[in-house]
């Protein structure tokens, strides 16, 4: 089964931490709207190109809108590319189909429109309950329009509601931090991913931080709130699921369980990267190279790399252990390699600081190995994973 992302590459404005591909109106050049209308165009072409490739005809489970902004887009802008979608790919009829929503754009009629369309999970970018942080972010909504978007999208018949949130701003208390999250359950939501704020260079935010106009809070504070993060929310209902994701019961993200599982999936619009068996490509980071090569029928590729069996099974060890467990049984039958077998003595040392957990032929980090994942990952692919002993 395969997943669909489409990256919509606009924002109203561009955050200050932000390094995804997108631009805003002043960035553009030109009346925004016609830049959004060519792009839709060139993005359907994409569509079009792509699914002339038989090989991607699988039935197809999740669709997700990223971006960027997608809920920028209009419902009917929305609705016709997953009209387009539906006539190229067999489209699963129970498939999780979710929309990423600035809280800043859109209302309660916007989202039953969305809803009218086809979205049945949004993904809502609230980052912060206080107006100060999401100042200093420089997102374009309040706090209070935020848990209003919450009850829109209730009100218009979305029952799968996912919440981002920031933690580890500057300054940032515990007691705010776990006001955050209580003012985020009490709104029930189905699924909560907090991110720690990473400093990515080249956003306005990282120049900040070099030029100390912005003082980053310390890795023990940082490790402090992830840990409190987890107590929290797991203690309210959830399971942590990945290092940075919770669900309450049945509601995982079947898209992102597909990429952390290495299931096929193709990504449309610029800088969307894709997967398909042991191939990855992406394409250009730019939307005017973007367009310029649909409009000649050319498929807009940046790179590609054939990814060896080593290399397969390096990202099945870290993607698994990074979110639901490597399951050796899988391994072995993917890879014909017995890991468990392998890595027999790190494995136990791991169950025995209660860093990891064993269930049937699931190795899975607990929370207090969640904290400690990057380590572990790393002792993990230290291991010479290129060749059978
Ligand atoms: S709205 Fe989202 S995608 Fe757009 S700049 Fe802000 S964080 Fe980035």
């Known amino acids: 089964?395969?997943?669909?992302?489409?990256?919509?590459?606009?924002?109203?404005?561009?955050?200050?931490?932000?390094?995804?591909y997108s631009i805003a109106p002043a960035e553009s050049g030109e009346t925004h709207h016609l830049l959004i209308e060519r792009f839709l165009a060139a993005l359907e072409m994409e569509?079009?190109?792509?699914?002339?490739?038989?090989?991607?005809?699988?039935?197809?489970?999740?669709?997700?809108?990223?971006?960027?902004?997608?809920?920028?887009l209009h419902p009917s802008e929305i609705?016709?590319?997953?009209?387009?979608?539906?006539?190229?790919?067999?489209?699963?009829?129970?498939?999780?189909?979710?929309?990423?929503?600035?809280?800043?754009?859109v209302d309660k009629q916007k989202l039953k429109a969305f809803r009218s369309a086809g979205i049945n999970r949004i993904s809502m970018g609230?980052?912060?309950?206080?107006?100060?942080?999401?100042?200093?972010?420089?997102?374009?909504?309040?706090?209070?329009?935020?848990?209003?978007?919450v009850l829109d999208a209730y009100a218009a018949g979305f029952t799968n509601v996912s919440f981002d949130l920031i933690f580890s701003l500057p300054n940032q208390?515990?007691?705010?931090?776990?006001?955050?999250?209580?003012?985020?359950?009490?709104?029930?939501?189905?699924h909560i991913s907090c991110y720690s704020l990473i400093l990515e260079p080249g956003t306005q935010l990282f120049n900040m931080v070099q030029s100390k106009q912005v003082i980053p809070l310390d890795a023990d504070s940082d490790a402090e709130l992830y840990e409190f993060t987890i107590n929290f929310l797991t203690s309210?209902?959830?399971?942590?699921?990945?290092?940075?994701?919770?669900?309450?019961?049945n509601y995982k993200c079947r898209h992102n369980i597909n990429y952390w599982n290495h299931s096929n999936y193709l990504g449309f619009g610029p800088s969307a990267h894709s997967f398909w068996e042991n191939e990855r490509w992406w394409n250009v980071s730019n939307i005017t190279a973007y367009i310029e090569q649909l409009n000649k029928r050319i498929l807009p590729l940046s790179g590609g790399e054939h990814?060896?069996?080593?290399?397969?099974?390096?990202?099945?060890?870290?993607?698994?252990?990074?979110?639901?467990?490597?399951d050796f049984e899988n391994i072995r039958q993917r890879f014909v390699r017995d890991l468990l077998k392998e890595n027999s003595i790190i494995i136990s040392e791991l169950i025995q600081k209660g860093l990891a957990r064993m269930e049937g032929e699931r190795f899975q980090l607990t929370a207090k190995g969640y904290l400690v994942c990057d380590e572990i990952c790393q002792s993990f692919l230290l291991i010479d994973l290129s060749e059978t002993p």
């Open 173 to 190: 208390s515990l007691r705010r931090w776990e006001s955050n999250l209580k003012q985020a359950i009490e709104l029930q939501p189905t």
């Open 307 to 326: 990814l060896s069996e080593t290399k397969l099974l390096e990202e099945a060890v870290f993607l698994g252990l990074r979110s639901e467990g490597i």
């Open 1 to 20: 089964m395969a997943s669909l992302y489409l990256h919509i590459p606009f924002c109203e404005h561009k955050c200050i931490y932000c390094d995804f």
């Open 126 to 149: 609230i980052q912060s309950f206080y107006d100060d942080d999401l100042r200093f972010l420089t997102r374009i909504h309040t706090a209070s329009e935020a848990k209003q978007c």
């Open 47 to 72: 569509i079009q190109l792509r699914a002339e490739d038989k090989r991607f005809h699988e039935s197809v489970e999740t669709i997700f809108f990223g971006g960027g902004t997608p809920s920028l």
């Open 236 to 249: 309210h209902g959830f399971e942590q699921y990945e290092v940075s994701n919770f669900a309450k019961q």
């Open 79 to 105: 609705e016709k590319l997953l009209n387009l979608l539906a006539i190229y790919f067999s489209i699963q009829t129970n498939a999780e189909i979710t929309l990423e929503t600035n809280p800043g754009t």
